[in-house]
C-alpha cells in the first residue's frame, strides 16, 4: 500500500489537486478549490486549503469506478458472498467471492485493501495536519478533524468486515505502518469507538449535503455497539438521532436516496463527472437491452412480504426475450452522469432498525415494536402493535432481523454484518452455498500485501 506515497508532501499534493477536481464537480460546499496544487502544509494554512484536503479524502472513498471497501463495495461484495445478490456475467473473480471460494490472488482483494489504506493514510495525514494547524479557526479545525476520523473509522469497520483483523495504522509513519502485523478486531473497535465519540464531540450538528456531521458519527457508533452486544449503548446512540428531530423518515420512497434527502444522515455527494453513485454504475443494468449484472437471489425475494412497497419501488425487473426476467436492485435509480443521487452510508430507517432491537435485547419490547411499526407503516405493511401485541421477545428479534433484511437489502453489506454478528453465517448460507465454510466468514488477505509485508499472516483455509 505504502508503495503509493512515502512522504507528506507528495500525499497533500494529491490530496489538493483532488479537492480543486471534486469541488469543481459539484459545489456541494462553498468551498474555493486551491488554485492550481497544494504543496507542502500549505493545506493546513486555510480554512479554505484544509477544507479542499478533506474533500479529497471525500473523492477517493467515493470510488471512481470498480467498488472499493466503503463504496459499493460492502454492497457488491458482501451481498454476493452471503444470498442476497447473483452475478449474472463471467467474471471469474466476481464468481469466486458468490461460491465462497476466494483465491488470495484475486485483484478484487488487493482492490479492496489497497484503496482502503491509501485513504487510511489520508486521513491520518488530514487529521495530523489539522491538528498541528495554528491557522484554522477552532471550529473549522474541529469540524474538519472529527470528519477525519469518522471516515477511517468507517474504513475500519468495513475492512474488518471483509479481512477480521486488520493492521490499525493511526499515523502517517512509513517506517512504523511497513512492516505493522494485525490488530485484533477488538483493539480495532476500541479505537473506532474512542475515535467516533471524539469526532461526535467534535462535529456539529448542522447538515451539509456531501458531508458529516456529529449523527453520521453517532450512527456508526450505535452501529458498532450493536455488534459488542451493547444494547444500552447502541440504544442511547440511536435515540439521541431519532429524538434529535433532525431527519425524518419519507413517506415516498422513490426520494430515500436522493440528494438532500431528509432521510440520509450520512450521503455523499454525487460524482457528476462519470455517473451519480457508485452503486448505480455498478448495480444497474447499462440499457434495456442487456441482463443486469447483479440480480437478488430468490432467497431475497421471498423474504417480502405480499404487497411490500419496499419490493415495489426498490427493485425493477428487466424483461429480455423470450422469458428471461431478472430482478434487480433498484434504490439507485440514475446510473449516468447527474446530481440527482447521493450515496447513502447511513439513514434513519437503519437507526431505526438499531434502537428497535437494542430495545428488544433489554426487554424493552413495546418500544421497540413502536419503532419496527415506523418501517412496516411505510412499507405499507400490517401493524405488530395491531396483529401481535403480545409477541414473545424471540419472536420480536426475529421479526426485527426480518425487517433488516428487506429493508437494508443490497445496502452497505447489512446482511454480511448481521449474519457474521449474531454467527448464524454457515447455519444460513451452507444449505444455499456448498462451498460456505466457517472460514468463509472472512476475505483471505491479498497475496501482494502479504509479500509486501512478511508480519502479515494469512487468514485460516487461504494460502
Same mark, same amino acid.
Given at each position: $500500500?505504502?508503495?503509493?506515497?512515502?512522504?507528506?508532501?507528495?500525499?497533500?499534493?494529491?490530496?489538493?489537486?483532488?479537492?480543486?477536481? @471534486?469541488?469543481? %464537480?459539484?459545489?456541494?460546499?462553498?468551498?474555493?478549490?486551491?488554485?492550481?496544487?497544494?504543496?507542502?502544509?500549505?493545506?493546513?494554512?486555510?480554512?479554505?486549503?484544509?477544507?479542499?484536503?478533506?474533500?479529497?479524502? @471525500?473523492?477517493?472513498?467515493?470510488?471512481?469506478?470498480?467498488?472499493?471497501?466503503?463504496?459499493?463495495?460492502?454492497?457488491?461484495?458482501?451481498?454476493?458472498?452471503?444470498?442476497?445478490?447473483?452475478?449474472?456475467?463471467?467474471?471469474?473473480?466476481?464468481?469466486?467471492?458468490?461460491?465462497?471460494?476466494?483465491?488470495?490472488?484475486?485483484?478484487?482483494?488487493?482492490?479492496?485493501?489497497?484503496?482502503?489504506?491509501? %485513504?487510511?493514510?489520508?486521513?491520518?495525514?488530514?487529521?495530523?495536519?489539522?491538528?498541528?494547524?495554528?491557522?484554522?479557526?477552532?471550529?473549522?479545525?474541529?469540524?474538519?478533524? &472529527?470528519?477525519?476520523?469518522?471516515?477511517?473509522?468507517?474504513?475500519?469497520?468495513?475492512?474488518?468486515?471483509?479481512?477480521?483483523?486488520?493492521?490499525?495504522?493511526?499515523?502517517?509513519?512509513?517506517?512504523?505502518?511497513?512492516? $505493522?502485523?494485525?490488530?485484533?478486531?477488538?483493539?480495532?473497535?476500541?479505537?473506532?469507538?474512542?475515535?467516533?465519540?471524539?469526532?461526535?464531540?467534535? $462535529?456539529?450538528?448542522?447538515?451539509?449535503?456531501?458531508?458529516?456531521?456529529?449523527?453520521?458519527?453517532?450512527?456508526?457508533?450505535?452501529?458498532?455497539?450493536?455488534?459488542?452486544?451493547?444494547?444500552?449503548?447502541?440504544?442511547?446512540?440511536?435515540?439521541?438521532?431519532?429524538?434529535?428531530?433532525?431527519?425524518?423518515?419519507?413517506?415516498?420512497?422513490?426520494?430515500?436516496?436522493?440528494?438532500?434527502?431528509?432521510?440520509?444522515?450520512?450521503?455523499?455527494?454525487?460524482?457528476?463527472?462519470? @455517473?451519480?453513485?457508485?452503486?448505480?454504475?455498478?448495480?444497474?443494468?447499462?440499457?434495456?437491452?442487456?441482463?443486469?449484472?447483479?440480480?437478488?437471489?430468490?432467497?431475497?425475494?421471498?423474504?417480502?412480504?405480499?404487497?411490500?412497497?419496499?419490493?415495489?419501488?426498490?427493485?425493477? *425487473?428487466?424483461?429480455?426475450?423470450?422469458?428471461?426476467? @431478472?430482478?434487480?436492485?433498484?434504490?439507485?435509480?440514475?446510473?449516468?452522469? &447527474?446530481?440527482?443521487?447521493?450515496?447513502?452510508?447511513?439513514?434513519?430507517?437503519? *437507526?431505526?432498525? $438499531?434502537?428497535?432491537?437494542?430495545?428488544?435485547?433489554?426487554?424493552?419490547?413495546?418500544?421497540?415494536?413502536?419503532?419496527?411499526?415506523?418501517?412496516?407503516?411505510?412499507?405499507?405493511?400490517?401493524?405488530?402493535?395491531?396483529?401481535?401485541?403480545?409477541?414473545?421477545?424471540?419472536?420480536?428479534?426475529?421479526?426485527?432481523?426480518?425487517?433488516?433484511? *428487506?429493508?437494508?437489502?443490497?445496502?452497505? &453489506?447489512?446482511?454480511?454484518?448481521?449474519?457474521?454478528?449474531?454467527?448464524?453465517?454457515?447455519?444460513?448460507?451452507?444449505?444455499?452455498?456448498?462451498?460456505?465454510?466457517?472460514?468463509?466468514?472472512?476475505?483471505?488477505?491479498?497475496?501482494?500485501?502479504?509479500?509486501?509485508?512478511?508480519?502479515?499472516?494469512?487468514?485460516?483455509?487461504?494460502?
Amino acid at each position: $500500500m505504502k508503495k503509493y506515497i512515502k512522504s507528506q508532501t507528495l500525499l497533500i499534493l494529491y490530496l489538493g489537486t483532488l479537492g480543486a477536481l @471534486y469541488t469543481s %464537480c459539484k459545489k456541494i460546499v462553498d468551498v474555493d478549490p486551491p488554485k492550481d496544487t497544494i504543496t507542502g502544509n500549505a493545506v493546513f494554512t486555510s480554512n479554505a486549503n484544509a477544507e479542499a484536503a478533506l474533500n479529497g479524502l @471525500y473523492a477517493n472513498i467515493s470510488g471512481i469506478f470498480s467498488p472499493i471497501v466503503i463504496s459499493s463495495g460492502p454492497t457488491i461484495y458482501n451481498g454476493l458472498s452471503s444470498d442476497e445478490l447473483h452475478f449474472t456475467d463471467t467474471d471469474n473473480e466476481i464468481i469466486q467471492v458468490e461460491s465462497n471460494n476466494i483465491l488470495s490472488s484475486n485483484g478484487i482483494l488487493t482492490t479492496l485493501w489497497d484503496k482502503a489504506y491509501f %485513504c487510511i493514510y489520508m486521513a491520518n495525514s488530514c487529521a495530523e495536519g489539522f491538528n498541528k494547524s495554528n491557522s484554522l479557526t477552532l471550529s473549522t479545525k474541529n469540524q474538519l478533524l &472529527g470528519e477525519a476520523l469518522l471516515i477511517r473509522s468507517y474504513l475500519y469497520f468495513n475492512l474488518t468486515q471483509f479481512f477480521g483483523d486488520v493492521p490499525l495504522e493511526t499515523t502517517t509513519s512509513y517506517e512504523l505502518n511497513a512492516s $505493522m502485523s494485525r490488530t485484533p478486531t477488538t483493539k480495532i473497535f476500541d479505537q473506532i469507538v474512542a475515535d467516533l465519540n471524539t469526532a461526535s464531540s467534535l $462535529m456539529t450538528s448542522d447538515i451539509v449535503v456531501g458531508r458529516a456531521n456529529r449523527y453520521a458519527a453517532q450512527a456508526l457508533l450505535a452501529k458498532v455497539y450493536l455488534l459488542k452486544n451493547d444494547w444500552p449503548g447502541s440504544q442511547k446512540q440511536a435515540s439521541e438521532i431519532i429524538s434529535s428531530g433532525k431527519y425524518q423518515i419519507l413517506q415516498n420512497l422513490n426520494n430515500v436516496f436522493l440528494t438532500g434527502s431528509a432521510e440520509a444522515i450520512w450521503q455523499i455527494a454525487p460524482n457528476n463527472m462519470f @455517473y451519480t453513485t457508485t452503486q448505480a454504475y455498478n448495480l444497474l443494468p447499462s440499457s434495456k437491452k442487456v441482463v443486469p449484472p447483479y440480480v437478488l437471489t430468490s432467497n431475497l425475494i421471498g423474504a417480502f412480504e405480499s404487497g411490500d412497497k419496499r419490493y415495489i419501488n426498490w427493485t425493477n *425487473v428487466q424483461n429480455l426475450s423470450p422469458i428471461q426476467i @431478472y430482478t434487480y436492485p433498484y434504490k439507485y435509480k440514475t446510473r449516468g452522469r &447527474g446530481d440527482s443521487e447521493g450515496e447513502v452510508y447511513f439513514r434513519l430507517a437503519e *437507526v431505526y432498525l $438499531m434502537n428497535a432491537e437494542a430495545k428488544a435485547q433489554q426487554g424493552n419490547l413495546t418500544s421497540a415494536i413502536a419503532d419496527l411499526d415506523v418501517l412496516r407503516q411505510r412499507a405499507g405493511l400490517s401493524l405488530i402493535a395491531n396483529t401481535n401485541p403480545a409477541i414473545s421477545k424471540a419472536d420480536l428479534l426475529t421479526a426485527i432481523a426480518r425487517e433488516r433484511r *428487506v429493508e437494508l437489502f443490497a445496502e452497505n &453489506g447489512n446482511r454480511w454484518f448481521d449474519l457474521k454478528r449474531k454467527n448464524e453465517a454457515l447455519q444460513v448460507l451452507k444449505p444455499i452455498k456448498p462451498n460456505f465454510d466457517i472460514n468463509s466468514t472472512l476475505f483471505p488477505l491479498p497475496i501482494s500485501a502479504i509479500r509486501t509485508n512478511k508480519a502479515l499472516s494469512q487468514n485460516p483455509g487461504y494460502q
